[in-house]
């Protein structure tokens, strides 16, 4: 029991760098409180105690605003990171590693009895306000963004945002090559492409993508005519290109609206 205390507490240090010390983090996190008082409380359920179970979770959503169903099953090293209004529901299922932040919510569509809740694996985080409503699973390292609303299965690695929830993959922007393609050509236009990561479901992030696939057409057809008039003898391509300045992109950055940041299943400290 004490190696699970132990390891929840590292667990704060690990992914919270608002935390100083380990007398604050066991007296002044109620989302280790919660889960503390969770295993307590899903103990008494396994033992069929069902009232009093009931009741240590009463107390423990009372103490911290955290309402963990004694049903609920959840692994080794979860953190609610501050955690006013979670809510998980009797049936969901909670792998090890897993992230959760305030306002979230893991709920059922339906009343019927059985597996009404979802199923988090391994290290999934889910983002401030998002709700995770039904019996599917959300994979492996998966994120949820802040207020999405996901009510179908998240695959593992990916990333669900909006709502309804929409799942944003790293080969739905066109692969690692594409991406790795994209990264260069940003590089070699002297700023920082920020904008084009996959797990951003904008139409800026989406245009600038394609002006770089077509940037970068545009520069291997141009280094195919150099080459081709080098070997005519010519040197009309051995001036170099103009290097453009980063101080010139730096304002775009600075105008850009907060709207057109990538969306994130943290928040900012």
């Not at 240090?13 to 066991?26: G, K, L, Q, Y």
């Not at 008494?44 to 309402?67: D, H, K, P, Q, Y």
């Not at 992030?205 to 010519?234: N, T």
Request: proline share 6%; with cysteine; hydrophobic share 40%.
């Amino acid at each position: 029991m004490f190696e699970r205390m132990k390891e929840d507490i590292a667990s704060v240090f690990h992914r919270d760098p608002a935390a100083r010390n380990t007398f604050e983090v066991v007296t002044c996190y109620p989302g280790l409180h919660a889960v503390w008082l969770h295993r307590v409380a899903h103990a008494l359920w396994r033992r069929n105690a069902f009232w009093l179970a009931r009741a240590v979770s009463n107390f423990s959503r009372w103490l911290t605003g955290i309402e963990i169903h004694p049903g609920a099953r959840i692994g080794r090293r979860f953190f609610i990171d501050h955690g006013m209004g979670v809510v998980i529901g009797e049936t969901a299922e909670i792998g090890d590693d897993v992230t959760l932040y305030q306002g979230v919510t893991l709920g059922g569509t339906s009343w019927n009895k059985g597996k009404r809740h979802p199923t988090l694996e391994d290290g999934v985080v889910v983002g401030a306000g998002a709700k995770v409503l039904g019996p599917f699973s959300v994979g492996k390292g998966a994120k949820i963004g802040s207020n999405a609303v996901v009510t179908k299965a998240v695959p593992a690695g990916a990333t669900a945002v909006g709502i309804p929830g929409r799942i944003i993959t790293r080969e739905a922007d066109g692969g690692d090559e594409q991406c790795a393609r994209r990264q260069a050509m940003a590089e070699k236009l002297g700023f920082d492409a920020y904008g084009v990561s996959p797990d951003m479901p904008d139409p800026v992030a989406k245009a600038i993508g394609q002006m770089l696939d077509h940037l970068h057409a545009v520069d291997a057809r141009l280094e195919g005519m150099c080459k081709a008039l080098s070997d005519l003898g010519s040197d009309y391509c051995a001036k170099e290109l103009p290097v453009l300045d980063d101080q010139d992109f730096e304002a775009l950055r600075d105008d850009q609206p907060a709207a057109d940041a990538p969306p994130t299943p943290t928040e900012p400290r």
